[in-house]
């Protein structure tokens, strides 16, 4: 699995995790960067369940760009004596504010797998074709591992015993005709 | 260290994380019934595998050894490791070698099996730390060892595979390095001169 046919596929960067997302042959790794050690997760293509696409804002980036625009605007305001500090700032504002607000309208293109075992998720948060071009692609793989996967245990496994069919039983009029006749 | 994750209980909304009852997965447009965010999803059925597990009294009597942990089933391996007999049910199939599952584990938690390995040593990173920091403490003639060391977390990064990914990081730290030898090289022969000039 872990080889040198991995493609990167993606990375997602937050506040407390690394995350580098590639595609195997076999399926998909997530390589968590945690300090100087990488933690591994990974999702096999015919162990997949469900893939979902979905947009989501990640609204504590607009929280952070939006405290990011406030004290921007603040220190500009401050320092207006100093002008070409001041216009620093302001354009530093102008920056934070422009990122926020294409999040809010570009929003994060998010492909979620879930496996039988495990889970991995791809964020995408300006590569939108990409990330439709990735989705298509894991859906297809998956379907064709399981394709795979479903012919190689019909060709493994035994036929299931014949099981042998019991005699019918006889008609219920026989059953009346064969009991003794009531005595009368 | 790694944070505490909740344990994975199948597919989900991706948004709230509210577990999905499998009669509701389709293919197409889902609306989540907890937080009610609308997502695309493609369902997929993966193939299980039946076990049919060989019974000892359907083996026949000739030949026929019963499994180290399941006494009703006939043993159909030994294990590669430990020569326990096991099922079908105990073999685990793992780079061409049947083990039980006491001994899997023990591989896996030795790192003794590449594909059951999760965790590995980002060498990339530790390159690219320690020539900063051999950077920044050059003065005190840390350059040149720092430097070395992150020379060889640099070449223990080119060789394992996992982090091909990071050969920038890599490139960069190399970089750096050698400038911290250079820098700490040029100290020490700058001292040496000064030391032999006014003795």
Known sequence: MTDAKRRRIGSWNDVATRQVVYETDLGVEVDELDHFEIIRRRVFFDDVLLVTYHKEVGPSFVVMMAIFTAGFIALAFVSRELVPLASSFAALAALTLILGVARLMMKVDVITIFGRRSKAAIRYAYRKAFARRIFENICANAAAAQQRRAEELASIEPPAPVVEEEPPLPPPDDVTAAAPPPEQ | ??????????????????????????????????????????????????????????????????????????????????????????????????????????????????????????????????????????????????????????????????????????????????VDIGLGGTILFSMLNVARHFP
């Open chain 2, 1 to 178: 260290m790694a944070r505490p994750r909740s344990a994975y209980a199948g597919p989900a909304c991706p948004h709230c994380r509210h577990v999905l009852a499998s009669d509701a997965l389709q293919d197409g447009d889902i609306r989540c019934p907890a937080c009610l965010t609308e997502f695309e999803a493609r369902v997929f059925h993966p193939p299980q595998r039946s076990a049919r597990v060989l019974q000892l009294a359907q083996s026949g009597p000739e030949g026929a050894t019963s499994c180290a942990n399941h006494p009703r089933n006939a043993a159909v391996a030994s294990c590669e490791r430990c020569g326990l007999l096991i099922c079908s049910l105990c073999q685990l199939d793992v780079e061409s070698g049947k083990y039980c599952p006491s001994c899997f584990e023990r591989l896996a938690q030795e790192g003794a099996l590449a594909t059951a390995k999760n965790r590995f040593r980002d060498y990339g990173s530790l390159a690219m730390v320690w020539s900063i920091v051999g950077l920044l403490f050059s003065f005190l003639f840390l350059g040149i060892p720092l430097g070395i060391v992150s020379i060889y977390y640099a070449i223990r990064a080119l060789r394992s595979r996992q982090n091909r990914s990071s050969l920038i990081v890599v490139a960069a730290g190399i970089f750096i390095a050698l």
